[in-house]
């Protein structure tokens, strides 16, 4: 089982960035998947998610309107697009897939992360 995320890298504020992650070794349309970050100090955080039925949601009032989600069962991939990028956006970025079977148990992946960095 692999994600690997891309897309990562110092952009201005106000700039756009568009991460992908791109899945393999397990069913990936089945799956929920979502984009976490983390800045030093701080915990990691929801940023969205979208189910497998394509139904999103986003992780805070930070990122709303600002950051969108979305999925390509084909492609096996799922990307975050986001726009109007501030100095506080700066993380690493980590792409994550989970599932449940039928009898509960729980299937739950992480990619490596990719870095955004926020500066003028």
């Known amino acids: 089982v692999q994600l690997v995320e891309s897309g990562g890298g110092l952009v201005q504020p106000g700039g756009s960035l568009r991460l992908s992650c791109t899945a393999s070794?397990?069913?990936?349309?089945?799956?929920?998947m979502s984009w976490y970050r983390q800045a030093p100090g701080k915990e990691r955080e929801l940023v969205a998610a979208?189910?497998?039925?394509?139904?999103?949601?986003n992780g805070g009032d930070s990122v709303k309107g600002r950051f969108t989600i979305s999925r390509d069962n084909v492609k096996n991939t799922v990307y975050l697009q986001m726009n109007s990028l501030k100095p506080e956006d700066t993380a690493v970025y980590y792409c994550?897939?989970?599932?449940?079977?039928?009898?509960?148990?729980?299937?739950?992946?992480w990619g490596q992360g990719t870095q955004v960095t926020v500066s003028s």
């Open positions: 070794g397990f069913t990936f349309s089945t799956y929920a």
């Open positions: 979208i189910s497998s039925a394509g139904v999103k949601t």
């Open positions: 994550y897939a989970e599932s449940r079977s039928l009898t509960g148990k729980r299937y739950a992946y």
